[in-house]
């Protein structure tokens, strides 16, 4: 931690190719900056179970709830669970519980697997969406792509 909070590390990343070579570098950068996060702010639960959390907060509007438990049902879609029961799991459950989807469909703890997000890198995604929900209502209109349905 002490090379990332000010003094010089030097990472060296090759590829076969220029663009695998430039796709590492941001991957590395990117692991940079959220360590650097996770450092100042600290980290919270990750895996979206933390937005899932938010959303049982009162006095949300129906809108903004759904928009944030959609991040976590993304999740689940991607690795081929059902969204809607994993939810409820969830749901029955306290924090840090969650789901490591890289091992399976059973609930964890997700700070004993090392899954967690900075603070900083949440707050930040909840302020940005509000800040575009804000524009879409002035503006008056969007543009949506809807996902085929599946056959």
Request: negative net charge; proline residues 4%; charged residues 25%.
């Amino acid at each position: 931690m002490s090379k990332l909070s000010g003094k010089v590390a030097i990472f060296r990343i090759g590829g076969a190719t220029e663009s695998e070579k430039e796709e590492k570098e941001f991957r590395v950068e990117d692991a940079i900056q959220a360590s650097r996060a996770a450092y100042s702010t600290g980290v919270v639960p990750g895996g979206g179970t933390t937005l899932v959390r938010l959303a049982q907060t009162e006095g949300l509007s129906p809108m903004f709830k759904g928009a944030l438990e959609d991040t976590f049902k993304k999740l689940l879609q991607n690795a081929d669970l059902p969204a809607e029961v994993k939810l409820n799991e969830l749901l029955q459950t306290k924090a840090p519980m969650g789901y490591n989807l890289r091992k399976g469909d059973e609930l964890v703890n997700l700070e004993d697997e090392g899954i967690l997000d900075p603070s900083l890198v949440v707050g930040e995604v909840i302020r940005n969406a509000a800040s575009i929900a804000g524009n879409l209502v002035t503006a008056g209109a969007i543009v949506v792509f809807e996902d085929a349905p599946e056959k």
